[in-house]
């Protein structure tokens, strides 16, 4: 099982960056994908997640009406669409993986998870 996140840079607050979650390894449309990203001193927070199997889609109140998250199934890849970025969301931004949909109750915990991509890092200037 594999999850490679990119897309990560630099940007002017009020910019926008696309995000990639690309896996393989695994039954994509069985698993819920999770974002989660973690600042330097602060605990890692899960800010949103997407159903592959019925598209449901959920966002913490943070990124809500900024982020969109959406899935490929046929290129096994979720996207994060990020606009109106604030310094605020400077963070390494992680992807993961977790079959079923149980778990969508409490979808932001990330010891839910049991695959997990690399970070990329996102760092918004002010």
């Known amino acids: 099982v594999q999850l490679q996140a990119s897309g990560g840079g630099l940007v002017q607050t009020g910019g926008s960056l696309r995000l990639s979650c690309a896996t393989s390894?695994?039954?994509?449309?069985?698993?819920?994908i999770g974002w989660f990203r973690q600042a330097p001193g602060k605990e890692r927070e899960g800010f949103s997640c997407i159903s592959n199997t019925d598209g449901r889609t959920y966002y913490a109140d943070s990124v809500k009406g900024r982020f969109t998250i959406s899935s490929d199934n046929a290129k096994n890849t979720v996207y994060l669409q990020m606009n109106s970025l604030k310094p605020e969301d400077t963070a390494v931004y992680y992807c993961a993986a977790e079959a079923g949909t149980e778990l969508l109750r409490i979808w932001m915990y990330d010891a839910l998870y049991h695959y997990w991509g690399q970070g990329t890092q996102v760092t918004v200037s002010s």
């Open positions: 390894g695994f039954t994509f449309d069985d698993y819920t």
